[in-house]
Structure formats: C-alpha cells, structure tokens
C-alpha cells in the first residue's frame, strides 16, 4: 500500500500509481480509523505522550483533505494543525529550526505540521533561497533534531504525498473551475510545476538522507485521493497506537461519588468505572 523509506530507500517512480479505493470501502475504513484516532488522542491526554505529524508532497497531493478528515475526529483543545509558509524576518535571521521548535506539541499533545522543515532542502534548494552549504548541512541538522524530539517522547510521523504530472494538472483545472477551491491555485503551483525534475532529485535524495530508524518517510501514492487518505490515515493510527494502552480511562473517585449523588446509575456501573469489583 505505502513504501517506508528505512533501510532500502526507493525512489518515487518505485510506487504503484494505479492503487485505489472504492467509496463504499472508503468511507467504512474512514469511519474505523477515525474512531481509533479519538481513542488514540484520550489515550494521550492522560499520558506521557505527544505526537508530530508531518505532510509533505506534490502542491495538490491532497494533504490539505487528509488533514481535514484527521481534524475532523480530534478534540482541537489537544490537536494543532501549522500550515507552513515563507518564513518571517524574525526567522530569516535565525537557525531554520527554530520556528518549529517553538511548535512542537506540549505532553499529551498531537501536532501536525502542513510542510515543515524539509522545506531547507525541498523549496530552499530547488529554488536557490539558500546556499548549497547550508541545504546540505540541513540534512545533519534535521536528523539530529528528529533524534532529539523522539528522545524526549514525541513520536513523529513523516507522510509524502506523492501524484504523477498528469493527475496535479487535472487537480490545477480542478480548482481553477471550482469557485470553492479556486484559492488553492497559485503561481506557485505552476513555477514549481516548471522544475519538476528538479524537485524529483531533491525529494529522492531527502528520502535517501533522513528516513532514519527514529523518523522512516512513509511514501503515499496519491492519484487517488480516497485511497491516499486511508493509507496516511492507518500509518498514522499505526504509529500512535503502537504499545499505547487505548483503554478509556478510569475516573477519579470524587467524580464518582458527585456522580452516585446526582445520577440514576446502577452500583454495578459505577464501580466498573472506578477499577472497584465486588
């Protein structure tokens, strides 16, 4: 379904395109993983957990669908979503990492980030925005950093969003066509069209250089937008849920004798609830 790119690191034209899912199936695994991700999200608010989740890809991949669809089943009190652009003055003059440090998600917390730093060695390389010894260097960096964030308990999650040519001109006439989406389309979108072998070359060698045994990229074929949701939806689910008890959490006693006061509710629910058996 996805390529992880640890250990064997393959390329984007590796991927199978062609993967798709019906709308029936679509929405029935929708559903299931989206309850999964609540559970997941309770199961960190009483944790030591916390989570950053990172999209990348293609300029209408459909990272922006998927996010929605994530955001959709999470409480927005404990999830956060940074859409990454240009960065401000403020940040020209200091380490590139320090705007995402400032972001990185408190205990029990989930952060998903819409581009990220690997833009130091995606847009900032391909388009000349720094020099080729701090984009080469950032790959040392970014290791480090990701090292750094797993070491202190955040788990972290890499997606790249990948689409053929073809289907990003279709999504392009897409949007220019839909009022409702019309705002999506850029200039950008079409200069950076212009370079895509450029881009390829960079995005093969950030896989080759930074999906590491703590942070692996996972590569999504993205053709199919259904598809692609439900396969960065599941690695992600996978990822967070891995030796996470998902248990809903036993309430405090003062809660439960409030509750006995005030509600109709048997002995037998109220103990269960506490952890008490007869």
Known sequence: MTKKTQGKHPKLDELDMDRRLSGEEYHRQLEKLQRKLQQIQQAYLFSEDSAVLVFEGWDAAGKGGTIRR???ALDPRSFKVW???PPRDYYLDRHFLLRFMER?????AITAFDRSWYGRVL???VEGLTSEKRWKAAYR?????ERMIVDDGIRIVKLFFHITPDEQLERFEERLR????????SYEDFRNRRRWDDYAVAIDEMFERTSTSEAPWTLIP?????????AAMREIVDCLGQGVDLAPPMLQGDVLDEARKYLDVPKSLIDSLSGRTE
Do not use: H, M, Q, Y
């Not at 839909?178 to 389309?185: A, D, I, Q, T, V």
């Not at 993205?222 to 692609?228: D, L, M, Q, S, V």
């Open 83 to 85: 859409p990454i652009g």
């Open 178 to 185: 839909n009022p409702l989406k019309r705002w999506k389309l």
């Open 70 to 72: 994530i955001s959709t």
């Open 141 to 145: 960096e970014i290791n480090d950093f």
């Open 104 to 108: 990185l998600p408190p205990r029990g």
């Open 123 to 125: 847009v900032e390389r």
């Open 222 to 230: 993205a053709n199919n937008k259904k598809f692609a949701r439900i």
